[in-house]
């Protein structure tokens, strides 16, 4: 069993850009595959970002594309989001998830193992 828990969310002006992390415990996080979901008040629980568990594949929301970066760093059992250019719609609570398959996942019924989330408010 594997517990996540993400930091480095916050208030930001639009153009800036921040990095999430998430930190694992119970398990080494290279055994899954691992993504990034976001959800605004009101809305569904929107795909960000997956990276498969050998890090061979990784999959982007359209919203995001090109502006995001997932990435891993297995000797700290940490999982990043990059979010460069930031614009008052990534506003959300971003979680990180886990799964322990090779895939790159991009629903959230997917995943089995979540974070509590992290609070980034984009400002125009």
């Known amino acids: 069993q594997v517990q996540l828990l993400e930091s480095g969310g916050g208030l930001v002006q639009a153009g800036v850009s921040l990095r999430l992390s998430c930190t694992a415990s119970?398990?080494?996080?290279?055994?899954?595959?691992i993504g990034w979901f976001r959800q605004a008040p009101g809305k569904e629980r929107e795909f960000v970002a997956t990276?498969?568990?050998?890090?061979?594949?990784?999959d982007y929301g359209d919203s995001v594309k090109g502006r995001f970066t997932i990435s891993r760093d297995n000797a700290k059992n940490t999982i990043y989001l990059q979010m460069n250019n930031l614009k008052p719609e990534d506003t959300a609570v971003y979680y990180c998830?886990?799964?322990?398959?090779?895939?790159?996942?991009?629903?959230?019924?997917?995943?089995?193992?979540w974070g509590q989330g992290t609070q980034v408010t984009v400002s125009s």
């Open positions: 998830a886990a799964t322990k398959t090779s895939s790159a996942l991009t629903i959230t019924r997917q995943y089995n193992y």
């Open positions: 119970g398990d080494t996080v290279s055994t899954y595959a």
């Open positions: 990276m498969s568990r050998g890090g061979r594949r990784t």
